[in-house]
């Protein structure tokens, strides 16, 4: 049975150089940035625009492709007005498609 693809794996699949290393840099800032708080999507978007000037549109265009390649989960926080709260994923979800081919 093929291991679990970790982060690094993961974005090498992604095909633009550029794109890639824009998603690691977000992944990154999340594991170390907010490792031990809650990663909402405001605070990101701050932060990348503060340390690295980054347009919101972006970040947020980063977070959502993330969140498609199973690198981040995205959950809504409903205390505060359903703001979107990131947290990166130990184990990536396998989509059901290479489940399937795997036979788990």
Known sequence: MAGIRGLWTILGSVGDPEEREDLALVA???????????????????FMAIRFRWPASRTRRRLGALV?????????????NWSKVFEVVDRPHVPAVIALELGA
């Not at 940035?33 to 701050?46: D, G, K």
């Not at 498609?68 to 505060?80: E, H, N, Q, W």
């Open 28 to 46: 990154t800032a999340i594991q170390v940035h907010f490792a031990s708080r809650v990663a909402r999507e405001r605070a990101v978007v701050e």
């Open 68 to 80: 498609d390649l199973g690198v981040l989960r995205m959950s809504r926080d409903l205390a505060d």
